[in-house]
């Protein structure tokens, strides 16, 4: 109960839930990024982004059950702005993605670093626009790709999660989003819609991927409030999940109806009751009814 009172101590759950956060990051970006780093030459942009999808699949089916295997700020915005997650679990998933961001980048130039001929100065799997793009897309241009493909992202996340768990074949569904949004985002910005992916292997690089990446931080997190946004208009918090089969065949849910409309299909799907009478169930009797053991 202290440990809960105490905004300086976290409860047992809360740090595991805080080291799967911190744990998740730091393997997606060593592997996936490191995917970039270390075998790019032989994998291309398909590999790359195959490496993103199935890391982050993997990492959901471990981690998922645990803290919901966010493993972006971007995610966890969304999460906060749909009232999913309080702003106090929302600041140390941040704190923890970071962390686990700038160490898993360190791990990964350490190993770089023991590859002959391995050039890791102001590249190191950043992000980047301008020269630093492969189609050398502008400022505005990175701007809005990193805002659609972050949407498209975290309105999948929020859609295939009821509240913060990941479970079922909700792994597959954003294990599959992710590496279609590097097969569009690898040649335009280098894909990052996760600004602790893209804040780790900057610092690192430094040069033009430090100088860069504001935007890496400030579009993804855009990109998510609108999928939050986008999500509730959808799929208001509450409302049923599985409304399209109603709609298709005409039918209605009487909450869903103007007052006198549902009162109306109330009505008209009320079994009708027997006549006066004739026995049954609600139904009278002409006779006396007879007395009780006779």
Not at 128 to 148: C, K, M, Q
């Amino acid at each position: 109960m202290d440990a809960k009172l105490d905004p300086m101590k976290l409860d047992p759950v809360e740090t595991r839930t805080v080291a799967a956060e911190f744990l998740g990051t730091l393997l997606l970006v060593f592997f996936a990024v490191g995917s970039a780093v270390l075998a790019a030459d032989y994998i291309g942009a398909l590999g790359i982004a195959l490496a993103f999808g199935f890391t982050l699949m993997a990492l959901a089916y471990a981690l998922g059950p645990v803290s919901g295997s966010h493993l972006n700020p971007a995610v966890t915005l969304a999460m906060l702005l749909e009232g999913r997650i309080a702003l106090r679990t929302a600041i140390e998933y941040w704190i923890a993605q970071i962390l686990g961001a700038i160490v898993g980048a360190a791990l990964l130039l350490l190993l770089a670093k023991q590859v002959p001929g391995l050039s890791t100065d102001g590249t190191f799997g950043s992000n980047g626009y301008g020269d630093r793009s492969a189609v050398h897309i502008n400022t505005g241009g990175a701007f809005l790709a990193e805002v659609v493909l972050t949407f498209l992202l975290v309105f999948v996340w929020l859609a295939v999660t009821h509240k913060v768990a990941v479970v079922g074949f909700g792994p597959l569904a954003l294990g599959f989003t992710l590496a279609l949004v590097h097969l569009i985002g690898v040649p335009l910005t280098g894909a990052s819609v996760n600004p602790a992916r893209s804040l780790g292997p900057a610092i690192f690089a430094g040069g033009d991927a430090f100088s860069e990446v504001w935007l890496f931080l400030i579009a993804p997190l855009i990109g998510a409030a609108l999928a939050a946004f986008v999500h509730q208009v959808v799929q208001p918090r509450g409302a049923p999940v599985l409304i399209a089969d109603e709609r298709a065949i005409g039918g209605h849910r009487a909450y869903e109806l103007p007052p006198d409309t549902a009162e109306t299909e109330a009505g008209r799907r009320r079994p009708p009751e027997p006549p006066a009478g004739q026995g049954g169930r609600g139904g009278s009797t002409d006779g006396p009814t007879p007395p009780v053991g006779l």
